[in-house]
Nanobody
Framework: VQLVQSGGGLVQPGGSLRLSCAAS????????MRWYRQAPGKERELVAA????????YYVESVKGRFTISRDNTKNTVYLQMNSLKPEDTAVYYC????????WGQGTQVTVSS
């Protein structure tokens, strides 16, 4: 099983970024996927989640209306589109596959700063 993340980087407040998480080694289309983030000195928190059929999504209150989770089951990839970014969104972002043994991506740094 592999979850390979891409995207992220440095962006000014109000900017946008898209994170990608390419999966392999399990049946992606039937697997719920999540994005988490961990800021320095803070616990890892769930940011967004999406069901296997992409018909159910969840967002933490602080990102509602700004972030969008989506997936392309033909590419075995889950995305996190982040708009109107704020300094408090600065964190390492991780994707996670909700399988019997949960798997994590390697993490991607997102820094929102002017």
């Amino acid at each position: 099983v592999q979850l390979v993340q891409s995207g992220g980087g440095l962006v000014q407040p109000g900017g946008s970024l898209r994170l990608s998480c390419a999966a392999s080694g399990f049946t992606f289309s039937s697997t719920d996927m999540r994005w988490y983030r961990q800021a320095p000195g803070k616990e890892r928190e769930l940011v967004a989640a999406i069901g296997g059929a992409a018909n159910l999504t969840y967002y933490v209150e602080s990102v509602k209306g700004r972030f969008t989770i989506s997936r392309d089951n033909t590419k075995n990839t889950v995305y996190l589109q982040m708009n109107s970014l704020k300094p408090e969104d600065t964190a390492v972002y991780y994707c996670k596959a909700i399988t019997p043994v949960a798997y994590w991506g390697q993490g991607t740094q997102v820094t929102v700063s002017s």
